[in-house]
């Protein structure tokens, strides 16, 4: 798409308006909270916010990150959260133009988003996101020119079990869970949306948890227990074996396989 084309500008406003949504959601869904009633309402004072108030950026900047009848803080998180939507919608209409493609790509960055955020505050990857979103990832795999259904799949359950499998042999070696059933199902959602690739994004994803672990500890002397939580890591692993995938295998195969 050229760069003065309207429309990845007009999928940024889009997507500020979902990442209000997805804020409503990253709350409540690890709450088994209903995400449509009642409307949003402030935490300190309980008054339900006017739609006014509720203006993506633009009433978190008027506001100045506070409730207007009690001044309690908002968090700078809501206005984080609108802010990447708006990019990752727009950033896929610049990149993969108006295809299939291109709601494959917001769709599964949508879920990413919400998941990161979930579990990093509440250590919770919700099954209304991991497991109800498997069939919408193998739907869009029987559309796509990269990946087949049988190969969706196939990845989504050797994955997804031979993740099971280590997370039981280190529970056993170790006696403590280093890997919750929610990264399991995560995995197999990746597997319906990005086939084989998933295990690059794995492997990513293994690799940043280590970089930031070390780098928390050593640097940040932040002890042995912080922990940034592994589905984080796979969602960056996701977003970016899904974008530069094909670059990265590429790349590694001329590097190390051809020479
Ligand atoms: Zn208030």
Redesign the pocket.
Known sequence: MVWYSPFPIIAFCFGLIFGSFYNVCIYRLPRDESIVKPRS???????TIPWYENIPLFSYLYLRG???????TISFRYFFVEFITGLVFGFGVFHYGLSIKTAEFIILASLMIILFFTDLDERILPDKITLWFIPVGLIFAFFSMERNLKESILVAILGAGGLALIAWIYFKVKKIEGMGMGDIKMLALMGAFLGIKAFLALLIAALLGTIVGLFLIYVLKKGKRYEIPFGCFLSIGTLVAYIYGNQILTWYVQRYIVH
């Open positions: 309402f402030c935490p300190g004072c309980g008054k506070k409730c207007s009848t009690c001044g309690t």
